[in-house]
C-alpha cells in the first residue's frame, strides 16, 4: 500500500464542516482511497472509500484530486460524536489493511 | 447484526504466563482478522482467517503467538510466555469477503503485561 501522510491533529467548531486532508502522492492506479475512524475506546469504523471519483454517504464525503495525489474528507456537521482518530489509507484489494497514526480529530462545543 | 465482540475486554497478566482472547465475528461473516493497537499508532495486522483457514500471518506474529478460528466462526489468540513488549490492545475484525474493504471491528482486549 502507498504511504499516506495526514495532520496529527486537528480542531473544528461543532455544527461546523471537517475537513480532514490527507496526501497519498505514491498511490497507484490500483489503490483506493479508504478513510477509517476509531472513536476512544472502540475499534476503527468504516467511513467511505473511492478510486478517482467523488464520493458521499450518510457519514461524510470523500473529495479526490484529478491526479489522485490527495484528498479530502468532509463531514458536513460535525457533532461532539465525531471527535475521534481518522484514518486515510491507500489500499489495493487483496491486501490488508495498512493504518498509520492518522489525525486526531477535536470537535470543540 | 450484533457486532463483532471480544473477550475478556482487559487482562492483566504477569510476564511469562499465556493468554488467550476470544473473539466472535459477525455471523455471516467468512473473514476474521487479527489486529495489534499500541498507543498513538494505527492498528498493525497481525493475521486473518477466510472461513476456518488461516491464510495470511504478519512478521509480527512471533512464534509465541498462535491463532485458531476451528470452525470457520469465532476465533482464538493465543500468546504464550508473554513479554512487557507484548502489552497493547488488540482487536478484531469480520468482513465478507466480497466486501473485504468493509471490515467491522471489535472493541478489543486491552493487555498489560507486568
Known amino acids: 500500500d502507498a504511504k499516506t501522510t495526514q495532520p496529527p491533529s486537528m480542531d473544528c467548531a461543532e455544527g461546523r464542516a471537517a475537513n480532514l486532508p490527507c496526501n497519498h502522492s505514491?498511490?497507484?492506479?490500483?489503490?483506493?482511497v479508504y478513510w477509517y475512524r476509531q472513536i476512544h475506546s472502540q475499534g476503527p469504523q468504516y467511513i467511505i472509500h473511492?478510486?478517482?471519483n467523488n464520493e458521499t454517504n450518510e457519514m461524510a464525503s470523500l473529495i479526490i484530486t484529478e491526479d489522485r495525489k490527495s484528498s479530502t474528507l468532509i463531514l458536513p456537521h460535525a457533532t461532539l460524536r465525531d471527535t475521534a482518530v481518522y484514518y486515510c489509507?491507500?489500499?489495493?484489494?487483496?491486501?490488508?489493511?495498512?493504518f498509520g497514526p492518522g489525525t486526531r480529530l477535536s470537535v470543540l462545543p | 447484526d450484533t457486532g463483532v465482540s471480544q473477550d475478556p475486554r482487559h487482562k492483566i497478566t504477569k510476564r511469562g504466563q499465556n493468554v488467550t482472547f476470544r473473539c466472535d465475528p459477525i455471523?455471516?461473516?467468512?473473514?476474521l482478522y487479527w489486529y495489534r493497537q499500541t498507543l498513538g499508532q494505527g492498528p498493525e495486522f497481525l493475521t486473518y482467517?477466510?472461513?476456518?483457514?488461516?491464510?495470511?500471518k504478519s512478521r509480527l506474529l512471533s512464534d509465541r503467538f498462535s491463532a485458531e478460528r476451528p470452525k470457520g466462526s469465532f476465533s482464538t489468540l493465543e500468546i504464550q510466555r508473554t513479554e512487557q513488549g507484548d502489552s497493547a490492545m488488540y482487536l478484531c475484525?469480520?468482513?465478507?469477503?466480497?466486501?473485504?474493504?468493509?471490515?467491522?471491528f471489535g472493541s478489543g482486549t486491552q493487555l498489560s503485561v507486568l
Open positions: 505514491t498511490i497507484s492506479g490500483n489503490e483506493y
Open positions: 473511492g478510486l478517482k
Open positions: 475484525a469480520s468482513s465478507l469477503a466480497r466486501e473485504e474493504e468493509k471490515l467491522f
Open positions: 455471523s455471516e461473516h467468512n473473514r
Open positions: 482467517f477466510q472461513n476456518e483457514a488461516q491464510l495470511e
Open positions: 489509507i491507500a489500499h489495493n484489494y487483496g491486501q490488508n489493511f495498512v
